[in-house]
């Protein structure tokens, strides 16, 4: 039901709706969920099911948030799979592919315009495009190579 984070979809919900906590309730156990590892929502859910149901009301929570998304992503993955045969799937996909490298590309320039690097930073940055972008070589290999040879570089310039 929500694009962009589920924040205001949720504290919806939970207050005005089915009126599970107040405004104040709500804020506590949401500052708590963004300080503890994984998803915010995910993490409300089990607090809000345990308080209501206990270990059992958490379960079912965590369930309920999570059964209807995790079937509609089987359905759209196995229709994924039976229709990607086809050529015209075929590139549309390779058209949303171009699509979404663009934004990122996009989205990295912009940004890279309000950083204050360094031409050593730059260099990092080109060679990392260059090995996984161009040379094809994973990304976890990749950050292998680059992460010593940047910290070097980090130490022999403060040793300057």
Not at 27 to 33: N, Q, S, T, V
Not at 42 to 57: F, K, P, T, Y
Not at 95 to 117: F, N, S
């Amino acid at each position: 039901m929500s694009f962009g984070g589920t924040g205001p979809m949720t504290r919806h919900v939970v207050v005005e709706d089915r009126k599970w906590l107040d405004d104040a309730e709500f804020a506590a156990l949401i500052g708590l969920c963004q300080a503890l590892p994984g998803a915010n929502t995910c993490n409300l859910a089990v607090m809000i099911g345990d308080r209501i149901g206990g270990w059992s009301g958490a379960l079912v929570a965590l369930g309920g948030l999570l059964i209807v998304p995790l079937a509609a992503l089987v359905a759209i993955a196995s229709a994924f799979a039976e229709l990607s045969r086809l050529p015209d799937i075929r590139f549309a996909i390779a058209g949303a592919a171009a699509a979404a490298a663009g934004l990122v590309i996009g989205t990295a320039l912009k940004m890279a315009r309000t950083l204050k690097i360094g031409w050593r930073a730059g260099a990092f940055v080109a060679l990392a495009f260059v090995a996984a972008g161009v040379l094809r070589v994973s990304l976890p290999l990749t950050l292998a190579l680059l992460l010593p040879l940047g910290l070097a570089a980090v130490i022999w310039e403060e040793r300057r």
